[in-house]
């Protein structure tokens, strides 16, 4: 399965300020996705990464808010921009293993444990 | 809309005993039901993946069923260690690269 190395993997910020959580995989992938994961809760979707086209976002989540870059089939990049306290979260990456024309199921990052103070 | 159920919600049991995680979804149509382990403030790490046409994975003391009629999963733990410790979540595929999670199952294995 795929592997995924994603930094940082915690960081404490002040408020206003924004993060940027890379992902690289070992190897080319057509769609990344990124993830949020608010403290007790499970993961939400936040939005669909495809090479060289524009991120696809869930319902409640913003370009704005949540910039993603995807300049190439092994990487991207997450940002959170002008945090406040609410946005203090684990944000998670994944791939899809596609193994002989089926899925083979998701391949998740370690995770950035973010604290907005 | 897809809901993702997980029962129950924590768990404590000695070491040595086997358990059962539960895990229910609303709507059938699913592509594959993959169980993930999380430790505390870490990523996810997949443990099984059961496709839409299977009915059970094993892995090891990990064994996961599929019955998707009734929309229901069990993860099956053998001989649980201190070391099974973490979160265990569910996650359903309906395709289209959408997964809905469970909220988790907390797991404590006392020595």
């Known amino acids: 399965s795929a592997v995924i190395s994603q930094k940082p993997s915690r960081d404490i910020c002040q408020r206003g300020t924004s993060l940027t959580i890379q992902c690289q995989v070992d190897?080319?992938?057509?769609?990344m996705f990124w993830y949020r994961q608010q403290p007790g809760q499970s993961l939400t979707l936040i939005a669909t990464?495809?090479?060289?086209?524009?991120?696809?976002?869930e319902s409640g989540f913003v370009i704005d808010k949540f910039p993603i870059s995807r300049p190439n089939l092994t990487f991207s990049t997450l940002t959170v921009s002008n945090m406040s306290p609410e946005d203090s979260s684990i944000y998670l990456c994944?791939?899809?293993?596609?193994?002989?024309?089926?899925?083979?199921?998701?391949?998740f990052g370690s995770g950035t444990r973010l604290t907005v103070v | 809309k897809q809901e993702v159920t997980q029962i129950p919600a924590a768990l404590s049991v000695p070491e040595g005993e086997n358990l059962v995680l539960n895990c229910s979804f609303t709507?059938?149509?699913?592509?594959?039901l993959q169980w993930f382990r999380q430790d505390p403030g870490k990523g996810l790490t997949s443990l099984l993946l059961?496709?839409?046409?299977?009915r059970e994975q094993t892995s090891g003391r990990l064994n996961a069923s599929l019955d998707k009629s009734s929309g229901r999963s069990t993860l099956y733990i053998a001989a649980s260690q201190p070391g099974d410790s973490a979160t265990y979540l569910c996650?359903?595929?309906?395709?289209?690269?959408?997964?809905?999670f469970g909220q988790g199952t907390r797991l404590t294995i006392n020595p």
């Open positions: 994944s791939v899809e293993d596609p193994f002989s024309g089926k899925s083979y199921g998701y391949t």
């Open positions: 190897s080319q992938v057509t769609m």
């Open positions: 990464a495809n090479q060289g086209s524009e991120a696809t976002y």
């Open positions: 709507d059938s149509a699913i592509y594959n």
């Open positions: 059961i496709q839409s046409s299977q």
């Open positions: 996650a359903v595929d309906q395709g289209a690269q959408k997964l809905v």
